[in-house]
């Protein structure tokens, strides 16, 4: 599978952005998607993953209410939907897809930007 991000950008704090991630092929159901984020001179984080049919997310603990993911199967994408940025959201954010839970997150889309301005 392969994945496109799109939707970020430069946001003031406390507003919203929505970022996409498209996927290629017929099997995007089958994969378990999740978002990631980098900050600059960090590593990577988990932002926010989401089940095959929809019906279970998950996320970092202190993303809980101002993040939210979700995924259309039929249109072959997954959402993050952030509100209330700030300034510490800024990382570049990558969607990432998992057939298998035991192999992990092995397909990964190229990052889109994120930065919040205080």
């Known amino acids: 599978v392969q994945l496109q991000a799109s939707g970020g950008g430069l946001v003031q704090a406390g507003g919203s952005l929505r970022l996409s991630c498209a996927a290629s092929?017929?099997?995007?159901?089958?994969?378990?998607m999740g978002w990631f984020r980098q900050a600059p001179g960090k590593e990577r984080e988990f932002v926010a993953g989401?089940?095959?049919?929809?019906?279970?997310?998950s996320y970092l603990d202190s993303l809980l209410g101002r993040f939210t993911i979700a995924r259309v199967n039929a249109k072959n994408t997954v959402y993050l939907q952030m509100n209330s940025l700030k300034p510490e959201d800024t990382a570049v954010y990558y969607c990432?897809?998992?057939?298998?839970?035991?192999?992990?997150?092995?397909?990964w889309g190229q990052g889109t930007l994120v930065t919040v301005s205080s």
């Open positions: 092929g017929r099997t995007f159901s089958s994969y378990v």
């Open positions: 990432a897809a998992s057939a298998e839970v035991k192999k992990g997150y092995a397909y």
């Open positions: 989401i089940s095959r049919n929809g019906d279970s997310t």
